[in-house]
Nanobody, 124 residues
Framework: QLQFVESGGGLVQPGGSLRLSCSAS????????MAWFRQAPGKEREAVSC????????TYADSVKGRFRISRDNAKTTLYLQMNSLKPEDTATYYC?????????????????WGQGTQVTVSS
């Protein structure tokens, strides 16, 4: 069973930055396409960004393009989401997810493994 530990969330002012981390325990991530999703209270889960298994492709939701960047470390045990120019509408619980396919997907039901989530609150 794959397990992830997410960290990096918190309270930040509008315009600020945060970097989320999703660490794998006991395995590397290079066999998995990885993604970040988020869910705000009363709203549906939303795909934020994805990096495919081969590390050759990345996707971003229109709402975060140019502000967020997804990456992996060289040892491929940690997934990151660098979030800049944060807005109040970015407030949500952020989740990392993994799937064995080499293709990205924006559908949460197509991911097999999930982290526990980390809260991001953007407020003045």
């Amino acid at each position: 069973q794959l397990q992830f530990v997410e960290s990096g969330g918190g309270l930040v002012q509008p315009g600020g930055s945060l970097r989320l981390s999703c660490s794998a325990s006991g395995f590397t991530l290079d066999s998995y396409t990885m993604a970040w999703f988020r869910q705000a209270p009363g709203k549906e889960r939303e795909a934020v960004s994805c990096i495919n298994r081969n590390n050759l492709g990345q996707t971003y939701a229109d709402s975060v393009k140019g502000r967020f960047r997804i990456s992996r470390d060289n040892a491929k045990t940690t997934l990151y989401l660098q979030m800049n120019s944060l807005k109040p509408e970015d407030t949500a619980t952020y989740y990392c997810a993994a799937r064995r396919s080499r293709f990205c997907s924006g559908r949460g039901e197509e991911y097999d493994y999930w982290g526990q989530g980390t809260q991001v609150t953007v407020s003045s």
